[in-house]
């Protein structure tokens, strides 16, 4: 198990032509965002650069496990769901969850 932040998940998984992340299990922790098409949920973290104006987030969809409340925190351990195609061409990556704990106290929200 490799203990990521969202933030390096995410780049990790868009720039992993080796398909190295496959079959690896991650642990990430971050906060809850329903899907607005219902589809599954969202663990994400927001990523600053110099102030919380120019926050962007940084999310991976879960489909596999019922969806929280959101803007709660969790802690997911699971493996990358592999993408077909080009990575450039996909617009946001997922994982297979093998655990999902709620956090009592959670981080910062900005990684």
Same mark, same amino acid.
């Given at each position: 198990?490799?203990?990521?932040?969202?933030?390096?998940?995410?780049?990790?998984?868009?720039?992993?032509?080796?398909?190295?992340? &496959?079959?690896?299990?991650?642990?990430?922790?971050?906060?809850?965002?329903?899907?607005?098409?219902? @589809?599954?949920?969202?663990?994400?973290?927001?990523?600053?650069?110099?102030?919380?104006?120019?926050?962007?987030?940084?999310?991976?969809?879960?489909?596999?496990?019922?969806?929280?409340?959101?803007?709660?925190?969790?802690?997911?351990?699971?493996?990358?769901?592999?993408? @077909?195609?080009?990575?450039?061409?996909? &617009?946001?990556?997922?994982?297979?969850?093998? &655990?999902?704990?709620?956090?009592?106290?959670?981080?910062?929200?900005?990684?």
């Amino acid at each position: 198990m490799v203990p990521l932040d969202v933030q390096q998940f995410v780049m990790r998984a868009w720039i992993d032509e080796e398909r190295e992340l &496959s079959g690896r299990e991650v642990e990430l922790t971050g906060f809850a965002v329903p899907a607005q098409d219902g @589809e599954g949920w969202y663990l994400a973290r927001l990523q600053m650069a110099c102030c919380a104006a120019d926050a962007v987030v940084n999310k991976i969809l879960i489909t596999d496990h019922p969806a929280p409340e959101a803007d709660t925190w969790w802690t997911v351990r699971g493996t990358w769901v592999e993408p @077909e195609g080009d990575l450039y061409d996909v &617009s946001q990556h997922e994982i297979t969850t093998t &655990s999902v704990v709620e956090v009592t106290n959670p981080p910062d929200p900005y990684e």
